[in-house]
């Protein structure tokens, strides 16, 4: 036990360690908050990642179809016909 088993002494105790309960409380709520705002922003940057990413593939392909009907130069007629 400790030194101090008086009323007065056990009172303190439980004091500090209500003080100490209500500072760990608030800061489960603080990190409870910041969890819950990261998720938040996590999945916006998650939709935006594949809207980026079917804008790319879009691009791409657009290139592709644009290189496919762009004639080569082994299309080109020769300048003396």
Do not use: F
Not at 9 to 33: F, K, M, N, V
Not at 41 to 50: G, P, T, V
Not at 53 to 72: I, S, V, Y
């Amino acid at each position: 036990m400790h030194d101090d088993d008086t009323p007065s002494g056990q009172t303190a105790r439980l004091e500090a360690l209500e003080s100490r309960l209500a500072h760990q409380e608030h800061w489960l709520d603080t990190l409870d908050q910041a969890i819950a705002s990261q998720e938040r922003r996590l999945m916006q940057l998650e939709r935006l990642n594949a809207l980026m990413q079917q804008k790319l593939r879009e691009q791409q392909q657009a290139l592709q179809e644009a290189d496919a009907t762009t004639p080569g130069p082994e299309d080109e007629v020769p300048p003396h016909y």
